[in-house]
Every structure is written in structure tokens, then in C-alpha cells.
């Protein structure tokens, strides 16, 4: 069966220090990947997503950049960390290609920026 | 620009009643719609998926219909439980990409 890894579940970090999120995929191949960010009020938010390695697609400008250096890793990154970056960050994942699955969720990651 | 929106954004029930939440959208070419239930502080945890060639999905005691003439989608628990007590989010896609656009959800407690 397919599982959803994101780690780390929990950080405090202060601003203008750098981020990294992480996020697995395990059990299928070539799977379109997504990060979404859920702030306080303002629900949830499509950041990226990826279909494949090396392929990022932005949807919003913003001070966050993703990699996909793996088929079934996701990972989201900042080099100066702003009060405006906190918010609980969930990795999503689809079956690969132009299926019509359902989208799958990991746990999150929250993020405080002081 | 398509629109989700779920109303009511919060919703007290006693036990064993059922329940209507309710997912409006402004564009009615969709992919698909789905639902989801997020616990406090967790993921979201999928429920049901309907694609745009379908009227309504079944799981249990969750039904959910898609009418998109109207712009909505209904997400039906049948005899409400405590455990039911959660925030439930709808989501839908307008192709095939799996790039949801999400309501702001419905936050459901039911009270023993």
C-alpha cells in the first residue's frame, strides 16, 4: 500500500534562518506531488506541485522554493524565513500520468517563524 | 476564476443526528470533487471522491452528490457520532492534474 512520509512534524525557526521540509512517497512510481500550505484564516493554498524529477511548477509568488532530486521525494526550502511562512505545510501526492485518483495527504508539518 | 465555498463554517449537532455539509462552486467544469476530514493539528484524510461523470459516492454511513448544474456538492453522515467531530474540507480539480482548489471547510462538532 502506498504511505506518505513529511518530517520534520514540528519547527520553530527564527527569521532569515533557512528551510527544509521533507516529504516521501512510498508503494508507487512517477507520482505527481504537491505542497500546500494551510495558514491561520486563510485555508489552503496549492505552493507546488511536481510530475516528475526535476519538473516544479509554481503556483503562487512567495519566498519558498521546492525540489523533486528523486521520482518519490518532495522537498521545500527557504534561504530567509519570514513571519509570514508560518503555517502548516501538507505534502500531497496523485497517481502519476492523467489519472483520476484521489489525492492523498501526509501528516504536516507546522512551522513557526519567530 | 473558480470559487469553493462551504457554508455553514461551523456546525453543533447532538448525537445521532444526520448531517449536510454543504460545497459550492462558481465554474461547473470540474474534474472532480473531493472530501476530506482534517482532526485538529493532523493531515487531511480523504472520504469520498466523486468524478465529474458521477452523481453521487457511497461509503458507509458518508454519501456524497455532485450537481454540477447548480454548483454543489452535499456530503451526507448519517446518525452522527462523537467520533464524527472534525473539520471537512471539499476540494475539487479542473483537469487532470490534481491541483485541488479547497473551501475554507465546515467545522463539526457533535455532542454526546
Known amino acids: 500500500s502506498q504511505t506518505i512520509h513529511q518530517w520534520p512534524a514540528t519547527l520553530v525557526q527564527p527569521v532569515g534562518s533557512p528551510l527544509s521540509l521533507e516529504c516521501t512517497v512510498e508503494g508507487t512510481s512517477n507520482p505527481n506531488l504537491y505542497w500546500y500550505r494551510q495558514a491561520a484564516g486563510r485555508g489552503l493554498q496549492l505552493l507546488f506541485y511536481s510530475v516528475g524529477i526535476g519538473q516544479i511548477s509554481s503556483e503562487v509568488p512567495q519566498n519558498l522554493s521546492a525540489s523533486r532530486p528523486q521520482d518519490r521525494q518532495f522537498i521545500l526550502s527557504s534561504k530567509k524565513l519570514l513571519l509570514s511562512d508560518s503555517g502548516f505545510y501538507l505534502c500531497?501526492?496523485?497517481?502519476?500520468?492523467?489519472?483520476?485518483?484521489?489525492?492523498?495527504f501526509g501528516e504536516g508539518s507546522r512551522l513557526t517563524v519567530l | 476564476k473558480q470559487e469553493v465555498t462551504q457554508i455553514p463554517a461551523a456546525l453543533s449537532v447532538p448525537e445521532g443526528e444526520n448531517l449536510v455539509l454543504n460545497c459550492s462552486f462558481t465554474d461547473s467544469a470540474i474534474y472532480n470533487l473531493q472530501w476530506f476530514r482534517q482532526d485538529p493539528g493532523k493531515g487531511l484524510t480523504s472520504l469520498l471522491l466523486i468524478q465529474s461523470s458521477q452523481r453521487e459516492q457511497t461509503s458507509g454511513r458518508l454519501n456524497a452528490s455532485l450537481d454540477k448544474s447548480s454548483g454543489r456538492s452535499t456530503l451526507y453522515i448519517a446518525a452522527s457520532q462523537p467520533g464524527d467531530s472534525a473539520t471537512y474540507l471539499c476540494g475539487l480539480t479542473t483537469d487532470s492534474w490534481g491541483k485541488l482548489q479547497f473551501g475554507a471547510g465546515t467545522q463539526v462538532v457533535v455532542t454526546p
Open positions: 500531497a501526492w496523485y497517481p502519476g500520468g492523467r489519472a483520476t485518483g484521489e489525492l492523498f
